[in-house]
């Protein structure tokens, strides 16, 4: 099947997803933004067609799916106006702003049957997805705890650093950090905030001093329902991003991260099924994990897969970011 994309927002996250459609064959993508301005800039960069609002791209009948890159709070409403077309969506995470939109846009996607697909990438990381397959393959044995870590400086945009436009640590670097620890050990007990500052009132954003209200740092513990403990750091304070996860469990450990530079590994207790007794180093292709989320998407619609994070999926990570949101 032939596919023609519609995407609307024309940031940095589109700008992304259209080469990573066009690395999966795709060959007519068109975009909208609120912002004509912003929707003819990015056609002009990336070749793509551009049309003059969100309207004429609902209106085109040429379009066979929609892919969402805007912020947040505009989540909820584009994505019942795409259903409200029976159309097929990939949108950006978290899938709404809260629990209850989340629910209300899961069980409207149920009834219409459409396909729903929610952007968290380190899904797609492929040493994450390594520790994904030692959890469930056993080779850790019962997984008793983990330690997630995200960190990044910030100052991109002014919207991540507002509370009202759905930005801070929490909905923006945390959240992806949720997502792993649900798809790694399943639904997610209690959750408890250990800590959550902001450090950084005033940035400097697009070379203008700003004053932002949002958290910039946030630790919280997390507990399973089948029993294991979950830490997450996660920031906009790190003067680089870095990320990793590690797992541990009653035979061994593994450790893995979205960044090459991080040497996956896992370390076993003692020689047992596939590794040696002490550390293996894992080698992993470098990976172009956007492309990875397109073509699953795209393979999805094609009945050849099923999304990697669905909408099920996204409500149970918007659930338990709602449990951390309620105690800061």
């Not at 979205?258 to 207790?269: E, L, S």
Request: with cysteine.
């Amino acid at each position: 099947m032939t596919h023609h994309i519609g995407i609307i927002g024309c940031g940095k996250q589109a700008e992304k997803h259209i080469y990573g459609y066009r690395a999966n064959g795709v060959k007519y993508i068109s975009v909208a933004d609120i912002s004509f301005d912003a929707a003819q800039n990015l056609a002009k960069r990336t070749n793509v067609n551009v049309v003059k609002n969100i309207d004429a791209l609902f209106a085109s009948e040429e379009i066979t799916a929609i892919d969402i890159c805007t912020p947040t709070p505009s989540h909820a409403p584009l994505l019942q106006l795409t259903i409200d077309h029976k159309m097929n969506f990939l949108v950006e995470k978290p899938l709404t702003s809260n629990l209850e939109e989340a629910r209300a846009i899961a069980t409207a996607a149920n009834r219409e049957n459409l396909i729903g697909a929610v952007g968290f990438t380190y899904r797609y990381a492929p040493a994450l997805v390594s520790i994904k397959e030692f959890i469930d393959g056993g080779d850790l044995g019962k997984v008793i705890s983990s330690n997630l870590r995200i960190g990044g400086r910030g100052s991109h945009a002014i919207w991540k650093h507002k509370k009202e436009t759905g930005g801070g640590a929490i909905r923006e670097m945390l959240v992806h950090m949720i997502d792993l620890a649900v798809w790694y050990f399943g639904p997610i007990e209690t959750a408890e905030v250990l800590a959550v500052e902001q450090y950084f009132p005033e940035r400097i954003i697009d070379g203008k001093e700003v004053v932002v209200d949002a958290e910039d740092y946030v630790l919280v513990k997390l507990a399973s329902k089948a029993g294991q403990v979950i830490t997450i750091a996660a920031d906009f304070t790190t003067p680089s991003f870095v990320q990793y996860a590690e797992v541990q469990g009653t035979k061994g450990m593994a450790f893995g991260s979205i960044q090459p530079h991080f040497t996956p590994f896992i370390w076993m207790n003692n020689e047992e099924g596939r590794y040696p007794a002490g550390k293996t180093g894992l080698v992993t292709e470098s990976h172009n994990i956007i492309a990875d989320l397109t073509g699953n998407f795209l393979a999805s619609l094609q009945g050849k897969e099923t999304p990697r994070c669905s909408v099920h999926d996204a409500v149970e990570v918007q659930r338990v970011l709602e449990m951390v949101l309620k105690q800061t």
